[in-house]
């Protein structure tokens, strides 16, 4: 004889190894297998027992589906339930054998005991397949109208299955649900809900036709609403009645008000009450306060209302629950386009949310985000989407990116905005830039002719602070080579009049340089391809290079890589004397598709001419390529506005701690000069520094970061010569060291930063100020515009690395 269940679980729990647990289950499904043939009527439901819970284990228990239809047709409630508990378990919908239990259904729907006719409607309501559920309902229909509720619940809700499963007989029901809807028992008022929502799923066009029951809805709905505690104690769930009758009424509400007026007027103030008087502080509450605003926003509801549902998911956001705060942004995105004025009192809020710790989170948050961008915030979104690029995980750098570029692409004023800022992308998160939106930056420009002058100076003079960024490079190498001739001619000229002095050599050379040390080592081949074909266009636009484009060329007529050495070798035979005659057409400008040339005829030009020029590049005097302005406008990077510069370096400062040139803020510094001469101010300027400023008088010490045991403090000075001398210290209070430490710093670009490297690039555990870095900042406003900085730290803790952004303003007047 087998044994029972409950030593079943006991022995299968005792099991160490999974050979084990499979040697108990097929030993016990063997004794089963012979009670079954001995028709042993004792233990059937026992033994049937103990399949429900081999099946649950994942076992093959189908030679026990004959026995559960014995149990049913049992007279015995103990067996009956268990037979039913199996059918709807062991069997489904498919199963042949169903149909031979229709009958005992059918009987038992019309027994006495409630709590059998229960079990049957369970039973056809869960797996009842087509030609059942066709042949019961009937049976069904007369039991919605028993005067036991328990009944009228359990049919209803079998009601719902018949109507998925029969189209032809969808309309049986119709009649019945006016009385559900009615009821006073709240579970059969939830079934009648559920029947009739799933009615109107199936066949819409049923809507009109139930809209006379909103009034009975609302009157539920308000009863439920402004009920006491003693009056509904019942169904009180956390402080709130029946919450689940509120969303189910809440549901079909949505469906009858959504695209009908009139049936909006209706619930207008029920909604207002829900939403007023419902308390958020339990997820209870933030249930029905969900269902709420989604039935807010889906029907023509008053403008107070929406703002009303608005400010709601507004309050979700503020939430500490992540599940709460993931709900409101997915809410918000489906309904942002039903009030986008009173969602942007909100956007500060969203934006928050992209720095949340949890990347689904930050996802929504983003397409949130970018549905919130049009024409008039265009401007003051992408500096926030720009913002957080900088401090942005690596693994979300991408989206981020495609995000900007396709708002950029939609909204932008004009084609000058759009290219300064897809350069700025490039610039802060290159490596993360699609091909897809690449290719599209350079049709932009192709279409753009008036901006051919100002794109491939800016982006020259990009790539010359840095090689890092892969998209900034690709795209600075195809319009070198496509608009070469734009940045040699010496044509173009800098704010302050003077020519911007470029030679073929100086382009040339960088190309070198990008030949030399490509941004992605492993895509290197892809690199050095567009550089070819750079090379080839640039001998037209630079004849007087033609022998070092030659030589350049053939550093790949032997590469490994087929399709780079095909390019140089074809590239090399166009070189030949023969084809001197055809080379001009050859290499001519790639034609612009017709599709580009209306789409830029559609759009503002903007601005053509060129206001941030490297010093070093005006002008005939000086060598070309010297320190200079950054050509991303850092103020767009920092809070704040300011002036055009007139004059001086500034922008952007960065020495890790390593004491080596460049670093990476904003990833832009990642060239191959040291950082400290390539920011020196001009000779007239420093001229005091001779001297070593003298004279100067300290400002008081101030606490620049703070935070996870690390502490930055600033000792500024104000020196003879107006420049301000600051000196960063470093402690840390943790019980273990932070390594690789590197601190680097960005000014707005009426200030010229030149920083030191730090003294050193460990900071011992538990020490103060044991290391030290020091700052020079020459204010060009002369104090009228306040000094402020925007910092970046990195170290390794415990061996996890750690990266930390902060802010640093309140310096002394005139600093």
């Not at 799933?198 to 009034?215: D, G, H, Q, T």
């Not at 695209?259 to 249930?287: F, W, Y």
């Not at 890589?561 to 030949?576: A, K, M, T």
């Not at 104000?718 to 402690?731: P, Q, Y």
Request: proline share 5%; aromatic share 6%; hydrophobic share 40%.
């Amino acid at each position: 004889m087998s044994i029972k269940l409950r030593e079943l679980i006991r022995s299968i729990r005792a099991c160490k190894t999974a050979a084990e647990e499979r040697a108990v289950v097929a030993r016990e499904c063997a004794l089963i297998r012979t009670a079954f043939k001995e028709d042993d009527n004792q233990f059937r439901h026992r033994n049937v027992a103990k399949l429900l819970f081999i099946h649950m284990m994942g076992y093959p228990t189908h030679f026990g589906q004959m026995e559960c239809l014995k149990l049913i047709a049992s007279s015995k409630f103990p067996e009956k339930r268990v037979g039913y508990l199996g059918l709807t378990q062991l069997l489904d919908e498919n199963t042949e054998v169903l149909m031979l239990v229709t009958n005992s259904i059918k009987n038992d729907m019309a027994n006495d005991n409630q709590y059998v006719n229960g079990l049957a409607l369970c039973a056809l309501g869960n797996i009842g397949s087509n030609e059942m559920c066709r042949a019961l309902a009937r049976e069904v229909e007369n039991m919605m109208a028993s005067p036991n509720p328990y009944i009228r619940k359990k049919a209803a809700l079998c009601a719902m299955r018949i109507v998925r499963k029969v189209d032809e007989i969808e309309d049986k029901f119709n009649n019945k649900i006016g009385n559900l809807l009615e009821d006073r028992n709240h579970g059969v008022l939830l079934a009648g809900c559920s029947l009739l929502t799933a009615l109107l799923e199936v066949n819409p066009s049923y809507i009109k036709e139930f809209r006379r029951y909103i009034p009975a809805l609302v009157r539920a709905l308000r009863n439920m609403v402004t009920s006491g505690y003693t009056n509904a104690a019942e169904y009180d769930i956390a402080g709130i009645t029946d919450p689940f009758l509120q969303a189910k009424v809440l549901r079909l509400l949505r469906l009858f008000g959504e695209k009908n007026a009139d049936a909006s007027d209706e619930m207008n103030d029920i909604l207002a009450q829900v939403a007023t008087n419902t308390e958020g502080t339990k997820n209870t509450g933030n249930s029905i306060l969900y269902e709420c605003v989604l039935t807010i926003m889906s029907i023509d509801a008053e403008s107070g209302l929406r703002v009303l549902g608005i400010n709601i998911l507004g309050r979700f956001l503020l939430s500490r629950d992540n599940n709460i705060r993931y709900v409101a942004l997915a809410t918000l995105q489906r309904v942002v386009n039903v009030d986008q004025q009173v969602m942007q009192r909100h956007r500060n809020t969203i934006i928050d949310c992209l720095k949340d710790p949890d990347i689904s989170i930050r996802k929504r948050a983003l397409d949130v985000t970018y549905s919130l961008v049009d024409e008039a915030n265009i401007k003051s979104m992408t500096k926030e989407l720009l913002n957080y690029l900088l401090v942005a995980e690596a693994d979300f750098k991408e989206e981020l990116c495609s995000k900007i570029c396709m708002a950029v692409e939609k909204f932008s004023p004009n084609r000058r905005w759009q290219i300064d800022t897809l350069i700025k992308v490039m610039c802060l998160g290159g490596n993360y830039v699609k091909e897809a939106q690449r290719e599209k930056f350079c049709r932009v420009v192709a279409a753009t002719p008036e901006l051919h002058s100002y794109t491939v100076i800016k982006l020259y003079f990009n790539m010359k602070e840095s090689l890092s960024q892969e998209a900034l490079v690709h795209v600075g190498v195809w319009c070198l080579g496509e608009f070469g001739d734009h940045l040699v001619s010496g044509k173009a000229v800098g704010p302050d009049n003077q020519p911007i002095r470029v030679t073929p050599g100086d382009v040339l050379d960088l190309l070198y340089d990008v030949v030399r040390k490509p941004p992605t080592a492993e895509r290197a081949a892809g690199t050095h391809c567009l550089v070819t074909a750079a090379l080839i266009k640039l001998v037209t636009r630079c004849p007087s290079e033609f022998e070092k484009i030659r030589k350049l060329l053939r550093r790949f007529d032997c590469s490994l890589h087929v399709d780079l050495q095909q390019r140089s070798c074809e590239f090399l035979e166009i070189l030949g004397a023969d084809w001197d005659s055809h080379r001009p057409g050859i290499l001519d400008r790639m034609p612009v598709p017709e599709k580009e040339i209306g789409g830029a005829e559609t759009r503002d030009i903007g601005d053509a001419s060129i206001d941030e020029v490297p010093r070093a590049s005006r002008g005939p005097v000086g060598p070309v390529g010297g320190g200079g302005k950054d050509l991303l406008d850092l103020n767009d990077l920092l809070d704040g506005q300011a002036a055009p510069a007139t004059g001086g370096t500034g922008g952007t400062a960065a020495y890790p701690a390593t004491g080596g040139g460049g670093g990476d803020l904003l990833d832009l510094l990642d060239g191959g000069a040291p950082a400290a001469p390539s920011q020196a101010p001009a000779p007239a300027e420093g001229f005091m520094d001779i001297f070593g400023g003298a004279g100067g008088a300290e400002a008081p010490t101030m606490v620049a970061f703070e935070k996870n045991g690390l502490k930055v403090t600033f000792h500024p000075r104000k020196d003879a010569d107006g420049s301000v001398t600051v000196l960063a210290k470093f402690s840390n209070s943790l019980n273990v060291p932070m390594t690789n430490f590197v601190f680097e710093a960005a000014v707005p670009k009426f200030v010229t930063l030149t920083m030191q490297p730090a003294t050193g690039q460990i900071l011992p555990p538990n020490t103060a100020d044991l290391v030290t870095q020091s700052m020079s900042c020459v204010n060009s406003s002369n104090g009228e515009k306040a000094l402020i900085m925007k910092l970046r730290i990195g170290y390794v803790c415990n061996g996890a690395p750690v990266q930390e952004m902060g802010q640093v303003g309140g310096f002394p007047a005139g600093y």
